[in-house]
């Protein structure tokens, strides 16, 4: 059973960084793609960005795109999401989700074509 654990949010300045993490258990992760959204409050869940587990192919929201990274370290199960220059509108529940990459079919963006998911963490910013 491919397991999700998110870690790393908080409270941060308008400005500042955050790093979070997304820990991956369970299974082999070898052809496995990982989604990061994003859920603010009264709002859909939206798409961040996208990472290969074996290519490093990466994806972004193009809002997003110069402010935020994302990157594995295979060999702790783990993928990043790093958050950069942040803004009071980056204020969600960031989740991240686990999908085989064949079964995104190009959809990487879609939440509904992701089965596996996180319980999230809170990232608050301040202004």
């Known amino acids: 059973q491919v397991q999700l654990v998110e870690s790393g949010g908080g409270l941060v300045q308008a400005g500042g960084s955050l790093r979070l993490s997304c820990l991956a258990s369970g299974g082999t992760f070898n052809g496995y793609a990982i989604g990061w959204f994003r859920q603010a409050p009264g709002k859909e869940r939206e798409f961040v960005a996208f990472?290969?587990?074996?290519?490093?192919?990466?994806r972004f929201a193009d809002s997003l795109k110069g402010r935020f990274t994302v990157s594995r370290d295979n060999a702790k199960n783990t993928v990043y999401l790093q958050m950069n220059s942040l803004k009071s509108e980056d204020t969600a529940v960031y989740y991240c989700?686990?999908?085989?990459?064949?079964?995104?079919?190009?959809?990487?963006?879609?939440?509904?074509?992701?089965?596996?998911w996180g319980q999230g963490t809170q990232v608050t910013v301040s202004s």
């Open positions: 989700a686990a999908q085989p990459l064949t079964y995104l079919s190009g959809d990487y963006y879609r939440k509904d074509k992701y089965n596996y």
């Open positions: 990472i290969t587990w074996t290519g490093g192919t990466t």
